[in-house]
């Protein structure tokens, strides 16, 4: 996306209710028309005169998707930035592999929303014009195949490619440190206790703990785990590097009472949680593990050791063969060689899942992308709504989204380009465009601007409180009617019914459309996850008067929160209120939690709602999603309250589409130009 250019910034506050807390941050752009760059036009454009928003939703989402880093590690796309290392694929020789790249660019758009999921379970979330590496090559998640939207797109038999699902990470509690440390300190350390006399026939006990790696990381993981139990340790070179050998350093601790604690935390327990398992496996692999030519090996000579191993290996699931190390053969203590089966899915999934300490033993670097077995496609989703999304170009013009190859990927809006976060400076720091309106009369006149539509509120609201006094929008909207053109508003904001004049002459030159989004009518629920909105009856009321004045406006009915707001009256409410708004369309969607984001929501519920936690834990165990069961019914029940209570009531005869001579022009120059990148793709796959 091209980011605003800024020149002169002044930062105001007003002591009023309505702004106390609230920062505005004046700034005059030098472009207000955002061209929303993406693998295939038409682009879609973006007219956003404030960044940042006061309304501070609390189940704001997006962001989730999680991305492969190059250290063998994830990390949602929202909290990535350019010059991150990711994972990447590369075509070489006869193969497509695994290599790393960098993040080159990092943007924020809107655009209609689709779930596809596959036979596994797993939802992925993207755009229509989002593509996804199939085993018939790069697929759009959707298309046609004839006329002006012609292209390859997923159909149920496509398979896609890509390592396999991302499993959550372990946390890192004191089951988990403990296993940890009782397999790096079983596996590669030296614990002693002895007693002896001393020539005069003294007794003396003397305790020694030690651990030498190569890798900083495990001794850094270890020594932590061990201050957090009261435990110091000092750190020193052990060894010097050699030509053939790299240095060795080590940590250690000589007194008694701290090797007695020690011994106690790596002790073996009697009935081993889960978090402990997954500690273990990652202390051992850490200790004497590693990763060569596309297969996982963890070796010791310990017959406690490995069958401590292969028990934690089975209840994570993982099929693994017990070999003898061929260069111990004969040997009388021969050493053991534990394999993981399964390819590059099941070894990225005991990385994800049990998380190693030492990063080079994480690598896949050059694996082939033909290892790992394709997911096939279950249905593609049109939620029927636009969501805030990300795109990021790499270095390779791929990343690993979710477990799968992927061109493409969004998530919601940022608020970093004036170096603010996009958590708290979001909402109380607000950024105005205070010459939007002069720039717009500028750039809808360029002879380079070819009058396709735009869209607002798809970063932040144009109808938040800022609106009520700076008052940008009616000069925005007078621009757009001078020249017809077309324009949709999304927002919560009643204030835009203070420009419903300027809308209805707008109709009679252009398409125009709006949007609410209205989770629900419960005022106690709406205090809780939506402060600083506006009433939802009162937005309801809006829809209405939109709809009564000819301009188009639906209702957003999400997310719903269950056991929140998912109740059969709660819901009904919304469908009847929206319904009796005459809303031309009521899209509801169930509360996803993607991993991080549940972390942030399972907060804000204990707060508010304690006796739910159970429940979301168990709905949302090992998925973002609620099961598929779950989400179908969840559908089926809408739909019957939207049926019931007399459907969607859509106009016998819809006013054609009107766009500019420049818009048809354009148009048609963008299903050519589709067809034509359409054909250089497929002489790629």
Known sequence: MASDRLFELRRRTFDTPNFRGIEFI?????????????????FNYTINPYRGCSHACSYCQGGDTQILLADGRTRRLADLRVGDQIYGTQIQGRYRRYVTTEVLAHWSTWKRAYRVTLDDGADLIASGD???????????????????????????????????????????????????????????????????????????????FRLALVDQEGLSRTRSYLQDRGVDVVEFQFSEATDCRKALYAIRNQRRADVEVIAQVIAWPHAPSLSWCKGFLAGIYDAEGGCSQGVLRISNSDEEIIS??????????????????????????????????????????????????????????????????????????????EMPMYDMTTGTGDFI???????NCFARSTHTFLGMDAGKDFETKIV???????LLHKELRKKSWMGEGIAMGTATDPYQRAEGRYQLMPKIIKELVDVGNPFSILTKGTLLLRDLDLLIQAAKVTDVSTAYSIGTLDEDVWRKSEPGTPHPRKRLDAVARLNAAGIPCGVLMAPVLPGISDSPEQMRAVVEGALDAGATNVSPILLHLRPKVKEVYMGWLEDNYPDLVPRYQAMYRGSAYASRAARQAFGAE????????????????????????????????????????ASQQLTLI
């Open 130 to 208: 989002h593509r996804f590496l199939s085993n018939r090559g790069w697929k759009h998640v959707t298309g046609t195949e004839c006329g002006a939207d012609q292209r390859p797109h997923l159909t149920l038999s496509n398979r896609l490619l890509g390592p396999g699902g991302i499993p959550e990470g372990p946390k890192h509690d004191s089951d988990y440190q403990r296993g940890y440390l009782c397999g790096m300190i079983r596996g590669d350390g030296h614990l002693s206790t002895y007693r002896y006399r001393s020539v005069s026939g003294r007794p003396y006990t003397k305790s020694h």
């Open 401 to 407: 989204a979710d477990g799968v190859i992927s061109h």
């Open 432 to 438: 105005v465009k205070v010459n939007a309106a002069e």
């Open 638 to 677: 809408v739909g019957e309250i939207i049926r019931d209570a007399g459907g969607v009531k859509r106009s016998p005869d819809p006013k054609p589409a009107r766009f500019s001579k420049r818009s048809a022009d354009a148009a048609a120059r963008a299903r050519k130009e589709r067809a034509e990148l």
């Open 308 to 385: 401590w191993i292969l028990g934690c290996m089975s209840s994570l699931d993982f099929k693994v063969v017990v070999e003898e190390s061929q260069s111990q053969r004969g040997k009388a203590k021969p050493v053991a060689v534990i394999r993981i089966r399964g390819g590059l899915k099941e070894r990225l999934r005991f990385f994800l899942s049990v998380d190693p300490a030492i990063t080079r033993k994480r690598s896949f670097e050059g694996a082939a992308v033909k290892n790992s077995p394709p997911r096939r496609v279950v249905s593609v989703e049109d939620l029927g709504v």
């Open 26 to 42: 004046e700034v005059e752009s030098k472009s207000i028309i955002n061209h929303v760059p993406g693998n295939y036009l038409p």
